[in-house]
T-cell receptor, first 110, second 113 residues
């Protein structure tokens, strides 16, 4: 079964603390993994995708095929990082449709 | 570049009534998706169009949901009749190619009473 699991519904950290949002997936094949973010009163938008191997807004994510994980990390959280974060996967033969996790709300306190 | 547009932004109806949502994708985007996002969950694909043809509607409850994209541009999603469990945000997304970034609209929040 194709599935994305984000075990934490809410993650609360203080400004300047490291952040790790967990994502595990189940997929038979070679999926493409994404992190999407939704800031308050804004639309869902792409944060990063594993094939680009970029660092966006200080966030990075490494695909670990052995552990089937794609955790999102940032060394020093900022208040403006507070948002809903969704991990998603797309299969090579799935026509591009995204399978999303249930989301993790990140709250960065001052 | 203008983003994906959706209307209405909010809709409240009673169960068994009908409702329709509209989506205008980014100009030139051939692929259009409708997702349903129930409160506390991630978005779930309902239907995918490539131009005006359906690519995937395996998760669309076809006894009550229908969607069309007649000219390969705008799309409408209809629910008839609505049930309480249809209360959700309906998201439209578009992309120029299915391997490219999906751009999402602001969504339509449906409340069924």
């Amino acid at each position: 079964a194709q599935r994305v699991t984000q075990p934490e519904k809410l993650l609360s950290v203080f400004k300047g603390a490291p952040v790790e949002l967990k994502c595990n997936y189940s997929y038979s094949g070679s999926p493409e993994l994404f992190w999407y973010v939704q800031y308050s009163r804004q639309r869902l938008q792409l944060l990063l995708r594993h094939i680009s191997r970029e660092s966006i807004k200080g966030f990075t994510a490494d695909l670990n095929k052995g552990e089937t994980s794609f955790h999102l990390k940032k060394p020093f959280a900022q208040e403006e990082d507070s948002a809903m974060y969704y991990c998603a996967l797309s299969g090579g033969n799935q026509g591009g449709k995204l399978i999303f996790g249930q989301g993790t709300e990140l709250s960065v306190k001052p | 570049e203008a983003g994906v547009a959706q209307s209405p932004r909010y809709k409240i109806i009673e169960k068994r009534q009908s409702v329709a949502f509209w989506c205008n994708p980014i100009s030139g985007h051939a692929t259009l998706y409708w997702y349903q996002q129930i409160l506390g969950q991630g978005p779930k694909l309902l239907i995918q169009f490539q131009n005006n043809g359906v690519v995937d509607d395996s998760q669309l409850p076809k006894d009550r949901f229908s969607a069309e994209r007649l000219k390969g541009v705008d799309s409408t999603l209809k629910i008839q009749p609505a049930k309480l469990e249809d209360s959700a945000v309906y998201l439209c997304a578009s992309t120029s190619g299915y391997k490219d970034t999906q751009y999402f609209g602001p969504g339509t929040r449906l409340t069924v009473l």
